[in-house]
């Protein structure tokens, strides 16, 4: 029984994917190979990068890479969880002060992402 449902399932999804790929908005992916510039490395051919959100150049700033690297050995990768769960590490918290004090404000509070950041604003301004 199992399998026949698989294979329905197969069958169907294919047949959704080739009516996308018909109507033109089928995306494949793209594996890039370099770092986020504005040429990268794809499907071994160099390419203007026109999509990026690397506007400042960040993404590739050596000192930016110099200083991850050094934080990788003091805070390891990555939170585990949203800091609501887990907590803020103390760094968030020394990065939120140094942005507060270069505004002039009270407080701030990093977002990881626009859509947290709106989801956030939004919620506290309106409610649920």
């Known amino acids: 029984m199992t399998s026949k449902v698989t294979r329905f399932i197969q069958t169907h999804l294919a047949k959704e994917i080739q009516a996308m790929k018909d109507a033109g908005t089928y995306k494949g992916e793209r594996i890039i190979t370099s770092p986020q510039l504005s040429e990268i490395q794809s499907n071994g051919k160099t390419v203007l990068n026109f999509c ?8 590739n700033n050596a000192r930016l890479i110099e200083a991850a690297k050094k934080t990788l050995d003091t805070h390891g ?41 709106n989801a956030g604003f939004f919620e506290a301004i309106f409610g649920p």
Do not use: W
């Open 52 to 59: 990026a959100n690397n506007y400042l150049g960040l993404a």
């Open 77 to 117: 990768f990555g939170m585990s969880s949203v800091r609501f769960i887990c907590g803020t590490q103390d760094i968030h918290k020394q990065l939120e002060k140094t942005i507060s004090n270069y505004y002039n404000v009270d407080y701030c509070i990093l977002f990881p992402s626009g859509f947290d950041a």
